[in-house]
Structure formats: structure tokens, C-alpha cells
């Protein structure tokens, strides 16, 4: 008989199918290891009741939860006509105490498994969800040792006022919030929370001066993340001063910095105190995309690795200058974004990326020279890269001669590559260059179609590789050679990336 795992490693594995910031998390495996053995299911229901997002939603698990409630609470719900508590107070007990489980807290809604048309006063259906959550989020507040994520978007919940608030939260390390929330909830996060690492700020609708007070009290934020829906001009610093003052106060510690939305609430004239920036993120910038790069082009981050640009796109005539200034560190240039305007400087911007980038390993970027000298040339002087995303624009390239340059100048760590937008391939050439790589040089590259129309919805023709040449790419590789934009990432992205991975590991 095999002997059993010990208990350390086979936590060390179930824990990675419940990390939320890793792509591999999958609940349904651990419903599966629940059901292996009693040691195996000690541990799996640990982590499947760690995250409440994994069952927040699910009716049977409510219930459950309702049974852990005190008497007070269920009492209130009663009162209320809350009928479905009556029944769980002769249940036989449950055979974990599942909130003392919770790390990770999403305050969302909790009411899918009740019916509206069971209620015929919504007002007072609501109310009666409303008592559910509270209670619900009370007894987490109450059983947990420790909280150590938060995902804050209610504004009905005053979590700081419960009992056990300040011994539950003081360990939070993660907080997603939006500026909506109530100035109380904010002053109430801090005077509990000094050790936040990672704040997200999913929609910013105007200056909250708590929330400025709250990223003020922290001693290490090391990951911020910002979605602007305020509509204001780009040089208005009146609607995000607060904020962008708290933030430049802070500014020293940040590591990883994720702006979106029309326009930013970062103060661009404060970026010269993001000294120890790591990792930067535009997505969604819209007309602001191209002045904010232009801004944060004047300044110099020595030590920012990652460069990642979503959708709306600034000009490459930007992009160069930012290279100019702060390509020296750089290993990641992701630009996922649409084709921006003058396509054709993308060989001046490619050719400064040769020039600047030496310890580039991740590389995404559009070409438009048809005999990829500029491509050949970041090969020659990119010798760590390992991952290539080629993209056109407007134009349709010969694949042919891109995987002759490709074969000649490659270099060795190159195992990822991905094309997207019009080619034309040869399933000879394919072919001769699948068995050159693999078998002369026993390199394994593995190659993918990105589907361009999910980014740019205008493109209606997308390039696709035959079912021919689909069928070498797969007996080679053995897998999918069509990936869609959130396939890209999660096959490409290198496994420091903070936008996808979890920030703690910095």
C-alpha cells in the first residue's frame, strides 16, 4: 500500500488549487480531494471554506452558516419573519466549524437562494436580506482569527463596527473597495488596517477624503490598483488631490501600480516619488492614454521591470521616449492593446527596444517592416528572451519569412511564440521549421494564434492556421494553438507577473 502523503505537503498542494491569484484556482478539485479520505477532507474543506466567494451564492452553504449564528442573531432574523431560520435550530450540528475557515471576505449579495416572489413587499424583502448579510458578516467577523483580503462594494454593511472588527481585520493585507463607500467605513479601516500590501480600487467615482486617510495610515502598500470612472480634464487636480497626495505620500513603497479608466487619479506630477516602481499598468485610459505616457516618459523608474498597455493605446512616438528613459531594467513589454495611431513607428519603437532592453524575457509588440529587420535585430540583442507575441497592423505579413528570421536568430531561452492579426503561413515552411527547432536544435517552442478580433472588434477577417497546419502545430506542442486574450496571458505571462499572480511572493 502507498504510504499516505504527510499532511504538510499535501497542504502545500491543495493550497495552490485555492490561491486567488493564480490561474490554476479550482474549487471543483477541491471538492473532489474532500471526498478522497478524512485527512484529505480536514484539509480540502479548509481552504474550499477559506474564500467565501466559493460558496457565498450556493443556498446550502448559507443555510449551514445560519445554523453557526447565536441565538441573538437568529432570534432577530425570526422576529423579522425570516422563516427559513426556524428550521436549522434542531439540525444536527455541522462537522466543521466553517467560519473560523474564512481568510478571504467578499461583502456581496447573499440572497440568490430566495425567491423575490415568495416576498409581495419588495421593501420588505429587502429588508429581510439585509438582516441575513449583516448577520452572516457579523458571525464571520466574530469566528474568524483573521481576514487577511477583503473585497468591500456594499454600502449597507458597517463591518468595522462589529464585534471582534479590530483583531479579525488588523491582519488585512488585501482591500478592493470603491470610493462609494461611506466616509465611517473608511476612518473605521484606518484605525484597524496599518499593513495593507495590496489596495484595489475598483471604481473611483470622486475624492473620498477617508480613503485618503486610510492608504495614509499604511506602512507598506506595495500594490495599487486604479479603475477612474471620474470624467474630468487631464490637468484637473482638483478632483483627485486628496487621493493622489495620500498615494504620493506612500509613493516610496509602491512596487506595482495599475491605472484604468477614462482619466487618472494619480497626480503625473508626483510620479517622480514612485522611485521603487516595479511593474506599470495603463488599461482603459481612453483620450488619456497617450498624455499620461507622455508625462510618465519625463521620468525615470530604475527599477521598473514590467511595462503592460490595455487597449486604448498611447503613440508609439510615447512608447519610444518612455524606452529611452527606462528600458535599461526592463523584462516585460506586454502592449495587449488596440493598434495605436502611425502603426508604422512601431519599427522605431522595436528598434529602440533592441537598443535599450537587454534583459527583456517577455516581449509584445506590432510589426509592420516586412522583412522584420526590426525583429531581427531584438533577437540578435535580446538574448534572455523567452516569450514573443508578434502582431501586425493593417497589414498582412509573410509567416514564411518571419520563421526564417526566426530559425536563424532566435536565441536559445525562446520557447513561447504567438502571432496574431493577417499572415500568410506555409504548412511546408511550418513544418521545416517545427522539425528544425525541435529535433536539430531540441528546443521546444511551443507556437499560438491569438485571436486579434477579441481585442479589436473592428477586424472582421482574423488570421487562423489551416486545419492542416493546426494538426502539426498540436503534434508537436500537444495542445491548443488558438488562445483568446485571457488564454494569452494566463499561457504567456511569466510567473513574476503581479497583474496576474500573487503579490505577496514580492
Known amino acids: 500500500m502507498t504510504p499516505p502523503l504527510p499532511g504538510d505537503i499535501l497542504s502545500e498542494i491543495l493550497a495552490y488549487f485555492q490561491d486567488p491569484h493564480h490561474v490554476h484556482n479550482d474549487k471543483q478539485t477541491l471538492y473532489s480531494c474532500a471526498n478522497v479520505s478524512k485527512s484529505w477532507c480536514d484539509i480540502a474543506v479548509r481552504y ?13 452553504a448559507i443555510l449551514t452558516l445560519l445554523s453557526f449564528l447565536p ?4 432570534e432577530l432574523l425570526i422576529r423579522n419573519g425570516v422563516s427559513i431560520i426556524k428550521n436549522r435550530f434542531h439540525h444536527p450540528p455541522p462537522l466543521f466549524d466553517y467560519p473560523t475557515f474564512c481568510r478571504t ?3 456581496s449579495h447573499v440572497g440568490h437562494f430566495w425567491n423575490p416572489e415568495e416576498e409581495s413587499d419588495l421593501i420588505e424583502h429587502d429588508y429581510k436580506l439585509h438582516l441575513i448579510r449583516q448577520e452572516l458578516y457579523k458571525l464571520f467577523v466574530s469566528k474568524s482569527p483573521r481576514i487577511r483580503r477583503l473585497t468591500f462594494l456594499t454600502h449597507s454593511i458597517h463591518l468595522t463596527h462589529f464585534p471582534g472588527a479590530s483583531s479579525c481585520l488588523s491582519p488585512l493585507v488585501e482591500f478592493v473597495c470603491d470610493t462609494n463607500l461611506s466616509l465611517d467605513v473608511f476612518y473605521g479601516m484606518a484605525q484597524i488596517c496599518k499593513h495593507l500590501k495590496k489596495l484595489i480600487i475598483k471604481q473611483y467615482h ?6 485618503s486617510k486610510l492608504i495614509k495610515s499604511q506602512t507598506n502598500l506595495r500594490h495599487v490598483e486604479i479603475d477612474t470612472e471620474v470624467e474630468r480634464d487631464f490637468d484637473d487636480d482638483y478632483s483627485c488631490s486628496n487621493i493622489g497626495h ?18 487618472s487619479c494619480i497626480l503625473m506630477y508626483t510620479m517622480e516619488y514612485y522611485v521603487n516602481l516595479r511593474s506599470l499598468r495603463l488599461f482603459h485610459c481612453g483620450n488619456d492614454a497617450d498624455e499620461m505616457m507622455e508625462a510618465l516618459s519625463c521620468e525615470n523608474f530604475p527599477n521598473l521591470g514590467i511595462l503592460e498597455v490595455d487597449y486604448e493605446a498611447p503613440t508609439f512616438l510615447s512608447l519610444t521616449k518612455f524606452v529611452l528613459n527606462n528600458g535599461t531594467n526592463l523584462e516585460e513589454i506586454s502592449l495587449y492593446c488596440l493598434i495605436p495611431s502611425s502603426p508604422g513607428n512601431s519599427t522605431l519603437f522595436n528598434m529602440t527596444v533592441a537598443l535599450k ?7 509584445s509588440s506590432f510589426f509592420t517592416d516586412p522583412e522584420f529587420r526590426d525583429l531581427r535585430e531584438i533577437l540578435i540583442n535580446c538574448s534572455h528572451l523567452r516569450c514573443l507575441y508578434i502582431r501586425t497592423a493593417n497589414t498582412k505579413l509573410n509567416g514564411d519569412i518571419l520563421l526564417d528570421v526566426l530559425q536563424q536568430y532566435a536565441p536559445s531561452q525562446l520557447s513561447r511564440l504567438c502571432v496574431g492579426g493577417e499572415w500568410e503561413f506555409t504548412t511546408k515552411r511550418l513544418k521545416k521549421f517545427l522539425e528544425c527547432m525541435w529535433k536539430k536544435d531540441g528546443r521546444q517552442i511551443t507556437i499560438y494564434h491569438h485571436y486579434e478580433n477579441i481585442i479589436d472588434e473592428e477586424k472582421e477577417d482574423a488570421f487562423e492556421f489551416s486545419e492542416e497546419q493546426g ?6 506542442q500537444m495542445s491548443s494553438c488558438d488562445l483568446d486574450l485571457v488564454g494569452l496571458k494566463e499561457a504567456f505571462s511569466c510567473g513574476w507577473n503581479p497583474f496576474y499572480y500573487d503579490f505577496s511572493k514580492y
Open 48 to 60: 474550499l471554506w477559506s474564500d467565501t466567494i466559493n460558496f457565498i451564492s450556493c443556498p446550502k
Open 71 to 74: 441565538n441573538e442573531s437568529k
Open 105 to 107: 471576505l467578499t461583502i
Open 206 to 211: 470622486d475624492d473620498n477624503q477617508a480613503l
Open 246 to 263: 495620500a498615494l504620493k505620500s506612500v509613493a516610496r513603497s509602491i512596487r506595482h501600480l495599475s491605472l484604468g479608466g477614462s482619466s
Open 357 to 363: 532592453c537587454k534583459k527583456l524575457e517577455f516581449f
Open 471 to 476: 494538426n502539426l502545430i498540436k503534434a508537436y
